[in-house]
């Protein structure tokens, strides 16, 4: 007789357990999910303060540009990162002249891996492989500079000194992303398609002038700019991550590096995402 | 703020921060003091009491939950309180106040010469020249002329509050603030730092705000001082009055908060403190629980 209570006890604690674990698994969803939302939305409240700024520091009169700081980032970021970003795009123009080659000369169609390389590099692969090498390069070290002020409570000073941290460490750093990515972009393409250049010419034999003349044939205005403005916004979403990252840090060193890290990976996947809803635009519109 | 006597007015100052859990945890608990002009008045109590907090309410790094706090600067016609103020209004008032952080938060990027420098450039329209006349002169202040050329990682501890202290000074404050300067320092470096910071008070004019836990520098710079515990002000008054305190022996002392600030200035291992018995008399004292 006294068996039937224990088994429902039993049952009612099964089906606590169980419902627990829902409910857990839920909440731990819902932070989850409020976490990305919170992280996007800081991102957009980042983008708005710096444009602001930005908009102040040119226009309005009193408020001066950081020239300096800007000059000095766009040293660190854009002009060091020429010899990696010319390296690897030489590789790039390589390994897609040799891949394309065999499907290509199946077709009896050898030469047309210049076409083929001009656009994938000029349209693409350029600001693509550019952002992704500036994510590590650039974006990591914007972070952890950051992250490290944030714990040696340099910003605290910034602002207990009448600074805004914006104004004085983002804008700059902001722009000068931007304007070097742009700006490696163009190297990126230039020389990417001159790795594909050498390679067709010197190992697939294809005639040095007709390599470049089916280059010039198969870029249009479009292709330019439709690479210059990802790298642009390519730019952006690293800027803004980096600093994002930096401006978040807590839990001293172990922070730090948890933030370069996170900065790297989410501007992989932001870059790559960016890049897959602008393929699909441009091509929804025939540009 | 009636008396203009008084230059910093904090009533009833209440501040929670979120739990890992969900709730809250009130760091401050209607803190209420006032700082008059031209004083040092030494903030303390022991870890966690919630002096920090009270100093990032003070520079306007924390917002309040509910209180006030009070600003009344030499320009200003009225007093201004900080919890209602605007970005830009509160810009005006840290014109007009100075800050040395434990850690001296210098901009490693930047030289000594020019982490000084940096808030007078941006602050004024003044000559590159004078800037540099005045930074020297800043320098020459505490003592770090020689090492003006050199980046902060060069810099020992002691020379890094020094720099600190000159930055802190650079738009010639009516109010500085100081985190914690003995902290991290040999016996005889933070006995140079309070001496400095007395010397500066007295040659400046300065009303001084020190938040620190060293009862032998706090003795050495105080005018008035206030003891927190639990997020609440358990005692304020002038320094004389605390070092009567300290020196009475505790077998006599019959009121809890005496014996609870008597252990603390003493820095004794047993009392009411550090009363592991379930409540301690504090709690009992302010009714925690």
Known sequence: MSAAPVSEDSRRSGLRVAVESVGRAADAQARGVRRRVSFVGGLAALLGTTT????RGMFVPGIRLRRA??????????????????????????ILALQMAPTLE??????????VIAIAIVRELGPLITGIVLSGFAGASIAAEIGAMVESEEIKALRAHALNPFHFLVVPRFLATVLSLVGLAVIADVVGVFGGFLTGWWVLDVPAQTYLDLTREALELKDYL???FKAGVFGVLIA????????????????VGRATTATVVKCIVALIGTDAVFTAVFYAWGI | MPDPAVVISVADLVKSFADTEGGQIRVLDGVTFDVLRGETLVIMGGSGCGKSTLLNCLIGEYQVDSGRILYRTKDMAEPCDITGASEVEFNEIRKRFGILFQSGALFNSLTVAENVALP??????????????????????????AHRDKLPAQLSGGQKKRAGLARATALDPEILFYDEPSAGLDPVTSAAIDNLMMDLSKKLQVTSVVVTHEMDSAFRIADRMIMLEKGRG?????????ESLRDTPRETLSDPSDRLINQFLNGHGAGPLTDAEGM?????LIGVR
């Open chain 1, 69 to 94: 700081a800007l000059a000095g980032q766009m040293v660190r970021i854009g002009t060091r990162a020429v010899p990696i970003v010319v390296l690897v795009q030489v590789f790039i123009g390589i």
């Open chain 1, 240 to 255: 803004m991550i980096a600093c994002y990252e930096g401006l978040h840090v807590s839990g001293g060193a172990v922070g």
């Open chain 2, 280 to 284: 301690t008399e504090f709690e009992k």
């Open chain 1, 52 to 55: 602001h700024w930005c908009y």
């Open chain 1, 106 to 115: 199946s077709y009896g169609q050898l030469e047309r891996v210049a076409d």
């Open chain 2, 234 to 242: 358990l005692r304020c008054g002038p320094r004389r009055e605390f």
């Open chain 1, 226 to 228: 439709t690479g210059l």
């Open chain 2, 120 to 145: 007078l450039e941006e602050h004024s329209e003044v000559d590159p020249a004078v800037i540099d006349f005045v930074v020297t002169m800043k320098l020459q202040q505490v003592k770090m002329l």
